[in-house]
């Protein structure tokens, strides 16, 4: 029984060794692709701008008072025949696109940066023009519930929408990217302080001189070409030729937009700061 065992211990001691189990990692190391990470990350901006009270009275509650305000009471006279409210309702959509996409993204993104959240995000791999993309997009969504309550306000105050749902969408989407291309430039060259009140005061200047509110016809010809190069101009005109009048797809309009949001998001990009 002793010479048994020997021979078994002997036999194992001689056999081959088994290969060891290869390391398994889960999940696998590594930056996850890159449009993953900008839809994750435009999530995560959305959940924070509708969460911020600030950010839905300026996105929300501001252009709704104003298509109220501005519709219902002849203050401004507008140009030509019909209703008030449709001269005013593609203004106001283009109100709401530029405090959101420019004032709204701006200020939030200078303070994110002030206060180095956005210098933690420089750590990680996604890249800056990937956060301008998620901010655009977060932007976007935004947008969508603004023109969505927009539309049935004044929808109950009498408006007739003509054109091609297309073209207003085009619009939208190219003067989105300006506009946040505007707003990552400023917010991330300036300091927080800085952006508040320029963002604020350029807001102000292109409600007033963009053709939102006050028809274009108002202002002298020398300052009018001026004015009709502005991108805000672009966007009000495109979308009142389209609703209003029910043209086609304003060319001239939409080349004006896309022109600022190559040269918007292109500086942005070669221009922004983490921190």
């Given amino acids: ?37 900008i839809a994750a990350q435009a999530a995560h901006e ?3 701008m509708l969460r911020n009270p ?3 009275l300026l996105t929300i509650v501001i252009p709704a008072l104003m298509m109220v305000l501005f519709s219902g009471e ?4 507008t140009d030509g025949p019909g209703k008030r409210i449709d001269f005013y309702a ?28 956005l210098k933690r995000m420089g750590a990680t791999p996604l890249p800056r023009w990937g956060l301008i993309v998620a901010k655009a997009l977060c932007v976007l969504c935004v947008e969508a519930i603004q023109i969505a309550l927009l539309s049935a306000i004044a929808l109950a105050m009498g408006w007739h929408p003509h054109g091609d749902p297309f073209s207003v969408a085009l619009l939208v989407v190219l003067a989105t990217g300006t506009f946040a291309g505007l707003g990552m430039l400023m917010a991330g060259t300036l300091r927080a302080e800085a952006t508040l009140g320029l963002a604020n005061f350029v807001f102000l200047l292109l409600l007033a001189g963009g053709g939102v509110i006050i028809p274009l016809s108002k202002f002298p010809s020398g300052v009018r070409h001026v004015l009709d190069a502005l991108p805000i101009t672009a966007l009000t005109n ?5 609703l209003q009048h029910g043209a086609t797809l304003p060319w001239a309009n939409v080349g004006i937009l896309a022109a600022w949001a190559v040269a918007a998001i292109a500086a942005a990009a070669r221009t922004f700061k983490w921190e």
Avoid: K
């Fill in 1 to 37: 029984m002793t010479a048994t065992a020997s021979a078994d211990e002997t036999g194992a001691m001689n056999a081959a060794p088994r290969p060891a189990a290869p390391l398994s990692f889960t999940p696998a190391p590594g930056a996850a692709p890159v449009r993953r990470m």
């Fill in 46 to 48: 959305v959940r924070l």
């Fill in 54 to 56: 600030e950010q839905l």
């Fill in 74 to 77: 002849s203050l401004i006279a």
């Fill in 90 to 117: 593609p203004g106001l959509f283009g109100a709401a696109v530029l405090s959101t996409a420019f004032t709204g993204l701006a200020i939030g993104t200078g303070f994110e940066r002030r206060y180095g959240v």
């Fill in 238 to 242: 495109g979308l009142r030729d389209v």
